[in-house]
């Protein structure tokens, strides 16, 4: 059973979705919000699996609140708005979807069941959704060598490519780091899976070297996580 909750100020589009997941036997709704401020009281006691969020509500909006929240969210979000210029940003910071309101049944339906296969599948390849231009680019976990902060961004490191994402470095590690990523200093996370060696500097600290040839400055607080995490069990 999926706990699911919702955050909307329209008492109306509240309803519409409730009613909508009362057809789910697989669901269970846990709460519903009126406000960014009833549901940062509600989000901790309600735990749910998924929620379905407002883009624009008074005072505090659905980024902003996904903001005060701070790093990534234990949930799965699908925002629910009637403003499709919001559909980049929604991906950008880690939606399953994006219902733009009015929407009929038969879209609500696909759109649940795609994010059911989601949730019910934690070894389905995850990506990461980044603008290039005009176009939307696919980054799978699984293609990315090393992620570095840069400034209010994350540059993703993916073989030859880099690409600029939108979210923290503290974001990104909590999200990758149930998929072989693990923080190596305070401005770099590596995929495991890229790692070829540990060379010692002259300082006798290491530095991580990739498959590629690139070498990665390792602090020396995350020394002891490397070894636990690269060492078999």
């Known amino acids: ?5 919702i955050i909307d100020d329209e008492p109306l589009a509240r309803s519409n979705v409730a009613h909508l997941l009362a057809r789910d036997p697989a669901l269970t709704l846990v709460g519903q919000c009126g406000s960014a401020e009833e549901a940062l009281a509600v989000l901790p006691g309600a735990r749910p699996d998924l929620v379905f969020l407002d883009v624009e509500m008074p005072e505090c909006d659905g980024f902003e609140l996904l903001e005060r929240l701070g790093g990534a969210p234990p949930f ?10 919001f559909a980049l940003r929604a991906f950008e910071v880690g939606a399953l979807d994006y219902l733009l309101k009015p929407f009929d049944d038969q879209r609500f339906a696909r759109v649940l069941e795609r994010v059911k296969d989601r949730l019910r599948a934690p070894g389905e390849t995850r990506r990461f959704i980044i603008k290039n231009g005009g176009a939307l680019e696919v980054v799978k976990f699984a293609d990315i060598d090393w992620v570095e902060a840069s400034d209010y961004y994350s540059s993703l490191h993916a073989g030859s490519r880099s690409h600029m994402l939108r979210r ?18 305070r401005s770099a996370i590596v995929n495991l899976e890229r790692i070829r060696a540990l060379a010692m500097r002259e300082d006798g600290e290491y530095d991580i070297v990739l498959h ?3 070498r990665l400055r390792m602090s020396r607080r995350y020394r002891k996580s490397i070894m636990a995490r690269l060492s078999p069990a």
Do not use: K, N, W, Y
């Open 1 to 5: 059973m999926l706990r699911a909750l």
């Open 168 to 185: 923290s470095l503290a974001e990104l590690e909590t999200e990758l780091a149930p998929h072989g990523f693990q923080r190596i200093h």
């Open 212 to 214: 590629d040839g690139q």
């Open 76 to 85: 799965a979000i699908v925002f629910v708005t009637a403003h499709h210029q």
